[in-house]
């Protein structure tokens, strides 16, 4: 069985390739924070207004809702309040709900509403002020988180085994008519699962952002043209060559990298799997 990461960084990948993604995912990630990548381990490391480097957001985009079931695997029946469905094991007769069960192992259920992306305003003054805090204070470990991706609401679900179920508890006036997978997300609290690897219902979540760095041969450059670069903190401040800030203005791309998922290192611990049938009250 893949880990509950694992196939979640897969479903994703679909459309959101080259993303990093939230996790856990009830983390939060907000346009201007600082991480920082030593050894394949991730750690917040403040903000970019923390550290000098001024930046403005782009007004929020809105995108489509995404959903994605693996290969079709996940099939969803939906159960009217006052209406006995057969088969059901924690779900009363007045109860309004549904139930999704995956007819593969190893399979996923991913659904996001209310999609918006945010961002860094101007690309050139960010390049510009992270070179020039590259002169003296800012190395090759640290990123920049330069867009995200916030849901008003998800739901994700994945699957221990073949044959794994899931019974949702929806919410009162949530409607009965015309629902569909992505009507889960934000309405539904579980009720009762089996071989389920993950399950996660949330709100107001960043499951999507994007991080940039200084380029590691521009480091290399500077300090081929230029000799060792000042040590900052206490330092008296040396000025920074005004063609390094030039080429940042110019062409962004030759400073400034977009980090691809490929380097998001793996979580050193998968959140833990479910295997009880025990039914739950809310499993948000």
């Known amino acids: 069985m893949k880990d509950s990461y694992e196939l979640y960084r897969r479903a994703v990948d679909d459309v959101w390739k080259g993303w990093w993604v939230s ?51 996940a099939s969803l029946q939906f159960k009217a309040a006052g209406v006995a469905m057969d088969g059901l094991t924690a779900l009363a007769v007045a109860d309004f709900g549904a139930r999704v069960r995956f007819e593969k192992g190893d399979s996923a259920l991913v659904v996001y509403r209310g999609l918006t992306e945010t961002g860094v305003a101007d690309v050139r003054a960010l ?40 019974e949702l508890r929806l919410q009162a006036g949530a409607g009965q008519a015309q629902l569909g997978l992505a009507d889960l997300a934000g309405r539904a609290s579980v009720a009762w ?35 060792p670069r000042q040590p900052g903190r206490g330092a008296a401040p040396v000025p920074v060559p005004p063609v390094l800030l030039e080429e940042a203005y110019d062409d962004p791309a030759a400073v400034l990298e977009t980090v691809t998922s490929d380097e998001q290192p793996p979580p050193a611990l998968d959140v833990p799997s479910v295997s009880s049938d025990e039914p739950l009250t809310d499993a948000s």
């Open 23 to 73: 996790w856990p995912l009830s983390g939060r990630v907000e346009v201007g924070q600082v991480l920082q990548n030593v050894d394949g381990s991730v750690r917040t490391a403040g903000s970019l207004s923390e550290r000098g480097v001024p930046f403005e957001p782009r007004p929020g985009t809105p995108h489509n809702d995404y959903t994605y079931d693996t290969q079709g695997s």
């Open 193 to 227: 699962r089996r071989s389920v690897g993950l399950e996660w219902l949330g709100t107001d979540t960043t499951p999507f952002f994007r991080v940039a760095r200084l380029r590691k041969n521009w480091f290399g450059k500077v300090k081929t043209d230029y000799g």
């Open 127 to 166: 390049a510009a002020a992270l070179v020039q805090r590259g002169w003296d204070e800012w190395d090759d470990t640290l990123l920049a988180v330069t867009d995200v991706v916030t849901a008003g609401s998800g739901i994700v679900l994945t699957a221990a085994e073949s044959g794994a179920v899931v």
